[in-house]
């Protein structure tokens, strides 16, 4: 998922996570170790994350995703919508 942090905040979070990561990786091999060194790095540094479900779009049958966001822009402004710094949805 994207991450969105404050620059002191993800050089913290980068220390702390490639200490976790060989370490997490050692011990479950098969998990997607630098995502779960990722979230201990951020809870042994207790830097609180907020969820933000509406950034990431990957299945149209996937509930939770910013699919509402994408299906209000109309299609003649899509580019436009894009390259325009104010994002709201007229």
Not at 43 to 64: E, F, N, V
Not at 68 to 84: G, H, L, Q
Request: with cysteine.
């Amino acid at each position: 998922p994207p991450y969105i942090g404050t620059a002191s905040d993800m050089y913290k979070i980068a220390l702390a996570w490639a200490e976790f990561a060989p370490r997490v990786h050692k011990e479950y091999p098969h998990l997607l170790a630098e995502m779960y060194a990722y979230c201990i790095a951020a809870a042994h540094l207790q830097l609180p994350h907020t969820l933000i479900d509406s950034l990431m779009i990957s299945s149209a049958g996937i509930g939770g995703e910013g699919w509402k966001f994408i299906s209000d822009i109309p299609e003649s402004e899509t580019c436009s919508f894009a390259s325009n710094p104010d994002h709201s949805i007229r």
